[in-house]
């Protein structure tokens, strides 16, 4: 019988080179090879490899960035983004935001109560970004959480905690028209900058019993002392799962399971999705996200790292 030929899901993230991993690995059959390339911030150098692999790879995942911002039903395009994905022309291309709008808030609303009996009602949920995940935002509230959204307090400097996601958006029809077009190194940390801590607002950190959302954010200003927290995120490597038990971390939710020591980011799962369904990502439902994971049999990892 002939093999079938692998299937290459390839990110091209604007986050640090020593965070590349490539692994092979078979899902329902089929053979991938998924690899993440870090430009180390370089929207150019990203913009290059973008352009030399359209046409050649099967899915091409945007990581490091999203690109869009989404608060309520309105979508805003992130300039740098799209200039960075300009030349593909041919290759299917996402950004994780397939899986973060039905994913996510299947675990937060469904999954993780019903199998691991984690009730996110009446907990202290600090997001610390929403519009680049507002579907975890409208879960954690769905679930009967109390939530502090940290957009401005995470991507601005700001500290101005948002507590409705009506506050949300119409601060987001305010800003993001201005702020999407700024240079995206203001609003994230990328390359390098992703590699330092510096403790800062420390009171929310202090505050939550669940600290949820892009891991990059939360690692940029965590406290010494997170112990008895859990974490909600995702792109951990094993150092990252170490560095969180260090500081005290009771569990560790990643919304993908871990793959040879990493948990890989909802741009890749994407691109699994897309690939084995053979549809663009535009074709596809929320419900036809969740129903491809569930033949795969995909599950979040939950990790104790620390007793309580």
């Not at 604007?14 to 899902?27: A, C, H, N, Q």
């Not at 119409?170 to 702020?179: N, S």
């Not at 948990?263 to 994407?270: D, P, Q, R, V």
Request: aromatic fraction near 8%; glycine fraction near 10%; charge should be positive.
């Amino acid at each position: 019988m002939e093999e079938k030929p692998l299937k290459r899901i390839v990110s091209v993230s604007l986050g640090s080179p020593k965070r590349d991993k490539r692994v092979e690995i078979e899902i329902l059959g089929e053979r991938f090879q998924i690899e993440r390339i870090g430009t180390g911030g370089d929207l150019e150098k990203a913009r290059q490899l973008f352009a030399s692999l359209d046409g050649k790879v099967t899915v091409l995942c945007v990581g490091g960035t999203d690109l869009w911002l989404r608060a309520g039903k309105r979508r805003y395009p992130i300039r740098d983004a799209f200039r960075m994905v300009r030349d593909v022309r041919q290759t299917p291309l996402v950004d994780g935001g397939g899986i973060k709008t039905s994913w996510e808030r299947h675990l937060i609303l469904d999954y993780l109560p019903r199998v691991h009996g984690i009730s996110f009602r009446g907990k202290r949920v600090l997001l610390v970004s929403s519009v680049d995940r507002y579907g975890m935002a409208e879960a954690f509230v769905e679930a009967g959480a109390d939530v502090i959204f940290g957009d401005f307090i995470f991507a601005l400097g700001l500290p101005i905690p948002l507590r409705t996601l009506r506050s949300v958006q119409i601060l987001a029809a305010l800003l993001l028209p201005i702020l999407t077009r700024l240079p995206f190194r203001i609003l994230y940390p990328t390359g390098e900058r992703q590699e330092i801590i510096t403790p800062k607002h420390h009171r929310y950190y202090q505050w939550a019993e669940v600290i949820a959302g892009d891991f990059h954010l939360i690692r940029r200003y965590m406290p010494e002392d997170l112990r008895g927290k859990v974490i909600f995120t995702n792109t951990v490597t094993s150092e990252d799962v170490e560095e969180l038990r260090r500081r005290g971390v009771h569990l560790l939710i990643t919304s993908a399971p871990e793959i040879d020591g990493r948990s890989f980011g909802t741009n890749i799962i994407e691109g699994i999705v897309v690939a084995l369904s053979g549809k663009g990502p535009e074709e596809l439902t929320p419900g036809d996200y969740l129903e491809w994971l569930g033949r795969i049999g995909f599950a979040p990892r939950v990790e104790a790292l620390n007793p309580v």
